[in-house]
């Protein structure tokens, strides 16, 4: 079974400091990860996505994850933040086949100080 | 750009009624996808959906739950007999093809409140 695990349902920094927010994930198979955010009253956005190319990972928005194998690990990172990245961030993994379900993390809430 | 869109953005029904939530996916999509979020919990699948069949359903899609594409463009997501536990964000999620290379889109969700 697939799973993965985020640390910190909420975390906050101040504007300019890095963000960092953790995920660690489960899987029987190569995984696919992906990182998706969700701002206020609105729908899930795709941030970035592992499927075994690259394992250090651009996204929109300046964000990057690397996947660390050795780790389980597939932390979420912006060098730095600005107002706008204030969201819910969650980390998800599917299967590498057909299947396409998408299983999701708990999330991690996003604050942003000014 | 393409999107998907979910009608209504608010649903209030009462306890027992039977609701029906509406999602119009991107149109040359051919996998569609219901996910709900529990306030407060984390997003989870109910159902996927291809060539007018179910391809895959969690264990929360009992039989209360239906989906269906009765025309060219829309996908419904119908719940018989609203429970108060069924209270939650729904939302719906289209892809080109199946598998991890094709990114699902998801739509704005529909907030169902059972009262």
């Known amino acids: 079974a697939q799973s993965v695990t985020q640390l910190g349902s909420h975390v906050s920094v101040s504007e300019g400091a890095l963000v960092l927010l953790r995920c660690n994930y489960s899987?029987?198979?190569?995984?696919?990860l992906f990182w998706y955010v969700q701002y206020p009253n609105q729908g899930l956005q795709l941030l970035l996505k592992?499927?075994?190319?690259?394992?250090l990972v651009k996204g929109i928005n300046g964000f990057e994850a690397e996947f660390k194998k050795s780790e389980t690990s597939f932390h979420l990172t912006k060098p730095s933040a600005h107002m706008s990245d204030a969201a819910e961030y969650f980390c998800?993994?599917?299967?590498?086949?057909?299947?396409?379900?998408?299983?999701f993390g708990s999330g991690t809430r996003l604050s942003i100080r000014p | 750009e393409p999107e998907v869109t979910q009608t209504p953005s608010h649903q209030v029904t009462q306890m027992g009624q039977e609701v029906i939530l509406r999602c119009v996916p991107i149109?040359?999509?051919?996998?569609f996808y219901w996910y709900r979020q529990i306030l407060g919990q984390k997003v989870e699948f109910l159902v996927s959906?291809?060539?007018?069949?179910?391809?895959?359903k969690s264990e929360i899609f009992d039989d209360q739950f239906s989906v269906e594409r009765p025309d060219g463009s829309n996908f419904t997501l119908k719940i018989r007999s609203t429970k108060l536990e069924d209270s939650a964000m729904y939302f719906c999620?289209?892809?080109?093809?199946?598998?991890?290379?094709?990114?699902?889109?998801f739509g704005p969700g529909t907030r169902l409140t059972v009262t």
């Open positions: 999620a289209s892809s080109e093809r199946s598998g991890q290379h094709y990114e699902q889109y």
């Open positions: 899987s029987s198979v190569p995984p696919y």
């Open positions: 592992y499927t075994s190319a690259a394992t």
């Open positions: 998800a993994v599917t299967r590498g086949s057909s299947a396409s379900k998408i299983i």
């Open positions: 149109s040359n999509h051919l996998y």
């Open positions: 959906f291809y060539n007018n069949e179910i391809s895959e």
